[in-house]
């Protein structure tokens, strides 16, 4: 027994994450098969309901049902082997059985087997449902209209797969049951080998699909972000004229940048989930290892033809969105900046104005203030001129008033003028303070 050596705390997702390399492992199937594989898109709320209702199968077959936080599962029921993956978006359900009809492959499905019951009241919404089966090969490599037959008279795509172990053939196309048809000749796949195939397989069917619930949004949006575009292209006509409105043009590209920012918000997942899942639909194909079949075209081929238009339709609408967004942005913001500048002519040309309004309130100051001078020195020259006369009458004295207010004008206005002007400094100091 080797001896445990002490380690530091463990990180609380060393397990976790040093397992996530084993979460997707292939099953091993034993051959031939017939395989039927269901994806279904599912809300936050009916991943619960998923739970519940592979809990309801599990205790039908008497199996042990899958932890609570399980992401996928796999069991023997009966005399089928099933498979359960959730995915974010959507969750994935397959069917394995080890027959096959040599004569008729697709005549009987694996989905046949499952419960009926159980099947109709299965959470979510059909994306993807294909049959598939791996038979063995015959000597001779089969032609194209030994194949042809199987998929109602369709043109086929297909290669030799996994370097030459094996013949992969489909039309992508739903037939009339309802499933579209994979059709693996074998060679000499191994179990673990053929399981990775039909994984892949699966995988490009489902992925391919996703990627393209992009494209009825990016067909949607496409003719609203013309009519943004030529908006815009008519609101930065009209900022580059002398007398336009700016107060009306901000608030119409603030109103268009509310409009393309909500279209954004609104389909930017969607978008970035169209290019994550092309990218696994491209390294899926670069997986299989495919080999041309002389006269037939891969699918690999049919698939870069075919789904590389939408896919780029997509990117194209989200890409000018985003541009459109930014353009917007330097409108408006070269557009504040000349109403910034305005209000700042406005400012000081105001400031201008007050500032001369103060000196001529300061001159009209200084005029009331020499104004009240005299009227406070000739109210107290007639008090002296008063307080003369008084002397005079009383007989106290002989003086004459008129000359002694006369004599006393100038000492008064000195002395009032000295008086007021330091009233002044000690107003204007309390202020300051």
Not at 112 to 120: F, V
Not at 167 to 189: E, P
Request: a neutral charge.
């Amino acid at each position: 027994m080797p001896t445990l050596l002490p380690i530091p705390e463990n990180h609380p997702l060393r397990f976790v994450l040093h397992n996530e390399i084993h979460a997707r492992s292939p099953v091993s199937l034993k051959l031939p098969v017939t395989s039927t594989h269901l994806a279904l898109s599912i809300s936050q709320q009916e991943k619960s309901l998923e739970r519940e209702h592979l809990v309801l199968l599990c205790a039908r077959f008497a199996v042990s049902p899958p932890q609570s936080t399980a992401t996928q599962f796999t069991a023997t029921l009966d005399n089928f082997l099933f498979h359960w993956e959730q995915h974010g978006e959507f969750s994935t359900y397959s069917f394995y059985v080890n027959k096959v009809d040599a004569e008729n492959p697709f005549a009987i499905s694996a989905l046949s087997y499952a419960p009926i019951d159980w099947l109709d009241k299965l959470p979510g919404q059909s994306i993807v449902a294909a049959h598939a089966v791996i038979m063995p090969a015959c000597e001779q490599p089969p032609k194209t209209q030994d194949i042809v037959h199987y998929f109602a008279g369709n043109t086929i795509v297909g290669s030799q797969v996994t370097g030459g172990d094996a013949l992969a053939f489909t039309d992508f196309r739903i037939h009339n049951d309802g499933f579209s048809r994979f059709l693996i000749c074998n060679k000499q796949l191994q179990s673990q080998q053929a399981g990775r195939l039909l994984q892949r397989l699966f995988d490009i069917e489902v992925y391919r699909i996703m990627s393209l619930l992009a494209f009825p949004i990016a067909q949607e949006l496409s003719p609203k972000v013309r009519e943004a575009e030529q908006r815009l292209s008519e609101l930065t006509t009209a900022v580059a004229q002398a007398n336009s409105n700016d107060a009306k043009l901000l608030d119409e590209l603030t109103h268009l940048a509310a409009e393309v920012e909500s279209h954004i918000s609104n389909s930017q997942y969607r978008f970035g989930a169209a290019q994550a899942y092309y990218k696994i639909v491209e390294q899926r194909i670069n997986d299989i290892r495919e080999v041309k079949i002389q006269g037939i075209q891969t699918i690999g081929e049919f698939l870069t033809k075919r789904l590389q238009p939408a896919t780029n339709s997509s990117k194209s609408t989200a890409k000018r969105f985003g541009l459109l967004s930014e353009r917007i942005s330097n409108a408006s913001q070269l557009l504040r900046t000349r109403v910034d500048i305005s209000i700042e002519r406005q400012n000081q040309a105001l400031l201008t104005s007050m500032d001369l309004r103060v000196k001529m309130q300061l001159r009209f100051q200084e005029t009331v203030e020499g104004l009240s001078i005299v009227a406070i020195t000739t109210y107290v020259v007639n008090l002296i001129h008063a307080g003369a006369k008084a002397v005079l009458s009383s007989g106290l004295m002989e003086i004459k008033p008129d000359l002694i207010s006369g004599i006393s004008i100038p000492f008064v206005l000195i002395i009032v003028g000295i008086t007021v002007r330091r009233l002044h400094k000690v107003i204007k100091m309390i202020d300051q303070d």
